[in-house]
């Protein structure tokens, strides 16, 4: 079973629409709750990082909520170079390893 | 600037010629990891270093080795490189492994490894 399940797989918008992007996760303890942007054969870039039921953080056209078992990620009047693979990622908390879990990614397609 | 760079960026090699990924930060940070990324499976971990001669495991650490005997670098070798090793593979870094709390990773551009 998958701990960090997100959805849609894929969403296409128009430009100026709005919409969320969800992240579901399955930990015993949550060290924190990541996000990146990730464009086409390139490294994931950092968004944000989210650390406890109720936190939200934003960024120009992105904003990152956090409850117990998901996260959301607001686009708010997205353009089209905010076309990319956002990736959700969890560090458990305990243990000396922190390794993030990833899901497999929404990838976000806006167009003109 | 602050960052994580991987050599090579592409390398297309044959079964069992071993090779080498260098991974270096320039943030003097403690904990390094090594990942791969496959279509349908994302990003998984290979293996971590905490600090320097400090090594574990990931989740998907067959076939390959690492070592840290500088702080800013942690290769990644495969002594003896198969097909099911064709991926891209991100090096990542972070500040401190010993806070307790949530740690940031910073990921290189990638290295797109193909084994023929």
């Known amino acids: 079973e998958d701990q960090v399940t997100q959805s849609p797989e894929a969403l296409r918008l128009q430009e100026g629409e709005s919409s969320s992007l969800n992240c579901s996760y399955t930990v015993s303890g949550l060290r924190g709750l990541f996000w990146y942007r990730q464009d086409p054969g390139k490294g994931p870039e950092f968004l944000f990082t989210l650390y406890s039921a109720g936190e939200e953080k934003e960024k120009e056209r992105l904003k990152a909520t956090l409850t117990k078992k998901e996260s959301f990620l607001h686009i708010t009047a997205p353009k089209p170079e905010d076309s990319a693979t956002y990736l959700c990622?969890?560090?458990?908390?305990?243990?000396?390893?922190?390794?993030?879990?990833f899901g497999k990614g929404t990838l976000l397609t806006v167009n003109p | 600037e602050a960052q994580v760079t991987q050599n090579p960026r592409y390398l297309i090699t044959v079964t069992g010629k071993k090779l080498t990924v260098t991974c270096s930060q320039n943030?003097?940070?403690?904990?390094m990891s090594w990942y791969r990324q496959d279509p349908g499976l994302g990003l998984r971990q290979i293996y971590y270093s905490m600090n320097v001669e400090v090594t574990d495991k990931g989740d998907v650490p067959e076939g390959y080795k690492v070592s840290r005997k500088e702080k800013r670098n942690f290769p990644l070798i495969l002594e003896s490189p198969s097909p099911n090793q064709t991926s891209l593979y991100f090096c990542?870094?972070?500040?401190?492994?010993?806070?307790?709390?949530?740690?940031?990773?910073?990921f290189g551009p990638g290295t797109r490894l193909t084994v023929l």
């Open positions: 990542a870094s972070s500040l401190s492994s010993f806070t307790g709390g949530a740690d940031t990773q910073y």
């Open positions: 990622a969890v560090q458990e908390s305990g243990g000396s390893n922190y390794k993030l879990t």
């Open positions: 943030m003097n940070h403690e904990y």
